[in-house]
């Protein structure tokens, strides 16, 4: 089966041209100038030809930090489902996922993976993959890792935050950066000081402080700062690269500015919520409307300029990635925490909403287009081993492409939101730009806005090592 895309405008991480786009197939064959010879001939047999005029056709977006049907808690599962979630990012522009499998204190690292694979098998709308949480760093963990890489499985997530659960102390992550460093595998962390947070914690419910804004005021950015500060440093002893999720905070960005200006191979995603929301105007509310808004790290002072200095972050650089962090929780769920911060499960709903958010940045100027598909799809697909893959528009990549319409107006809200969840923490934002066609593997999943694809779909990804290339 022949597809054209044609007449629209083809985006890529190397910039922008008028194009049509050949996919035949699973994968793309060409991008030929429109009315060349190349596309006449395609378009002799039966091929179907999907006008993409007024739009930009784009590489399907890549997010690689989602969090599907997580049980944070035995209460307190995180509501999209694989089949739900993955639906919800294909109408959104997202045509690949990476989830997490968490491997808990006295668990193994395999057993954690299996469990994982075998929740999401057959109920994924498009491809997928998971990175591993380390919760226990051992002897048998780390001999796990190396076949897990083995496997196609190369990227690893550990904790500088929530000691007694997730959180591994500097022995524990020199040792899992070395085996990092050993094999090409790719380090990913949670850079907040747990320690000194838990201590603000304490003290803060000691005062009757249990609201939601008492999230935000025991994370502080320094103390991100500090966690990121460490990570480059043991990362740098490691000879490991580094990436650095959910960076919220200026004082994160100084330390991954300041790593790559020297030349190491550290990198840093941030995540939607932190560029367009705020600890004053979103956390800082009564009831629901600010445990809604409860993730970690918090959101931030938009009087600090946090949000100024992550785009600028965007632009030049020192931020390689967007990706959502999604990780939603029903107000049931939320309302556990009503009376006490600590208890709120963390995590915003967001999947669905990755590329409009982002390029609104374009929309504003903050961005070019190809910057958008880069942080959102090009660089995403490396730096976690889908290079020539995924989030490129090359012959031979697999045909995931976005058709995106610039000129669609919209509102987000739990009226219009295709995720399992029954709020919205981007409530009345309004949108310049939609994606309107969504194509996974060559197959259409998303028409004219309406899904047309299946669960089941999507396929598992084995993936190579990350190209730590800068
Ligand atoms: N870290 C995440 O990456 N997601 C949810 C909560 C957290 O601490
Ligand atoms: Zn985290
Ligand atoms: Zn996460």
Known sequence: MTIIISGG???EASGSFRGDVIVEGSTISAIAAPDSALVEAAGRGDAEIIDATGCYVIPGGVDVHVH???????????SDTFTTGTRAAALGGTTTVIDFAGQLKGTSVRAALDERLAEAEGACCIDYGFHLSMGDVHEQSLADMRSLIDEGLTSFKLFMAYPGAWYSDDGQILRAMQVAAETGAM??????NGIAIDVLREQAAARGNIGAVWHGRTRPPELEGEATHRAVQLAAVAGAPLYIVHLSAAEALEQVMHARDRGRNV???TCPQYLHLSLEEHLDQPGLDGIRHICSPPLRLRADRHQETLWSGLRNDDLSVVSTDHCPFCD???LLGIDDFRNVPNGLGTIEHRMDLLYQGVVTGELTLPRWVELCATTPARLFGLQGRKGVLSPGADADVVIYDPSVEHVLGVETHHMQLDHSAWEGMAITGKTRTVLSRGQVVVRDHEFVGRSGHG???????PDPLR
């Open 459 to 465: 396929r598992y990804l084995q993936r190579s090592l």
């Open 267 to 269: 990198f840093a995603e």
């Open 9 to 11: 405008t083809v985006v």
């Open 68 to 78: 599907l049907q997580l049980p944070m808690s035995p209460e307190a599962v995180s």
């Open 187 to 192: 380090i990913m962390m949670h850079a907040e």
């Open 332 to 334: 049931k769920e939320k």
